[in-house]
């Protein structure tokens, strides 16, 4: 099992020193959803985080809301994904809609290039996706290159564990090709049973130490 802590700013990382956490989402503002750390929080989180061994995945959001972007906040978000790479970031968490919730593919074709070859995660904004196009819309993923999704498995049912169906079904239409991250209502007293029942290795939450 992989467990990826997400955390706000610099405030938690001390305690995952000593804990079975490998891997860190880096957020600022968790109460709209998590936006992009700032340049100082970035870099001193990926030098403390790296001296122990855990990698960093800081979030490229620049802005709570929707996950609908403009031409000015696309040149922020590659900005951000220049810098983090700058500095050595793991992943690189990131997500991107059209208004009819679809993937914006020419947002995420436009941010590529700056991400230099680093993995890419799309985040929970892919739980808005309807069902119906999800499955597509992870095979757009897996063009791309990104490297894997992090999901709820509906943006309607808050309870992950009404969702194991539609996990599975992603999982099983993954088939390895791109990594599924269990995330959303996931601590540490519930996070075996998940995997079990969904058959993925990874989760991710706040509630994991």
Same mark, same amino acid.
């Given at each position: 099992?992989?467990?990826?802590f997400?955390?706000?700013?610099?405030?938690?990382?001390?305690?995952?020193?000593?804990?079975?956490?490998?891997?860190?989402?880096?957020?600022?503002?968790?109460?709209?959803?998590?936006?992009?750390?700032?340049?100082?929080?970035?870099?001193?989180?990926?030098?403390?985080?790296?001296?122990?061994?855990?990698?960093?995945?800081?979030?490229?959001?620049?802005?709570?809301?929707?996950?609908?972007?403009?031409?000015?906040?696309?040149?922020?978000?590659?900005?951000?994904? *220049?810098?983090?790479?700058?500095?050595?970031?793991?992943? #690189?968490?990131? $997500?991107?809609? %059209? !208004? /009819? &919730?679809?993937?914006?593919?020419?947002?995420?074709?436009?941010?590529?290039?700056?991400?230099?070859?680093?993995?890419?995660v799309?985040?929970?904004?892919f739980?808005?996706?309807?069902?119906?196009?999800?499955?597509?819309?992870?095979d757009?993923?897996?063009?791309?290159?990104?490297?894997?999704i992090?999901?709820?498995?509906?943006?309607?049912?808050?309870n992950?564990?009404?969702?194991?169906?539609?996990?599975?079904?992603? *999982?099983?239409?993954?088939?390895?090709?791109?990594?599924? #991250?269990?995330? $959303?209502?996931? %601590? !540490? /007293? &519930?996070?075996?049973?998940?995997?079990?029942?969904?058959?993925?290795?990874?989760?991710?939450?706040?509630?994991?130490?």
């Amino acid at each position: 099992m992989l467990k990826e802590f997400c955390a706000e700013n610099l405030t938690d990382l001390h305690k995952l020193v000593g804990t079975d956490i490998t891997r860190v989402e880096l957020c600022d503002n968790l109460a709209v959803g998590g936006t992009t750390p700032s340049y100082g929080v970035l870099k001193e989180a990926t030098r403390y985080l790296h001296e122990h061994q855990i990698t960093v995945a800081p979030m490229i959001r620049p802005r709570g809301g929707d996950f609908v972007y403009n031409d000015l906040e696309l040149k922020i978000m590659e900005e951000d994904i *220049l810098k983090a790479v700058e500095l050595e970031a793991d992943a #690189l968490v990131f $997500g991107l809609l %059209t !208004k /009819d &919730n679809l993937l914006d593919v020419d947002g995420i074709d436009y941010l590529i290039p700056a991400c230099q070859g680093v993995d890419m995660v799309f985040h929970m904004a892919f739980d808005l996706i309807p069902q119906d196009q999800q499955l597509a819309a992870m095979d757009q993923l897996i063009e791309f290159g990104f490297r894997r999704i992090l999901l709820h498995g509906s943006a309607e049912r808050h309870n992950i564990f009404d969702n194991i169906d539609h996990i599975k079904t992603l *999982l099983e239409h993954a088939d390895g090709r791109i990594e599924i #991250l269990l995330g $959303g209502g996931v %601590t !540490k /007293d &519930n996070c075996q049973e998940l995997l079990s029942l969904t058959g993925s290795n990874q989760v991710h939450g706040t509630q994991l130490i």
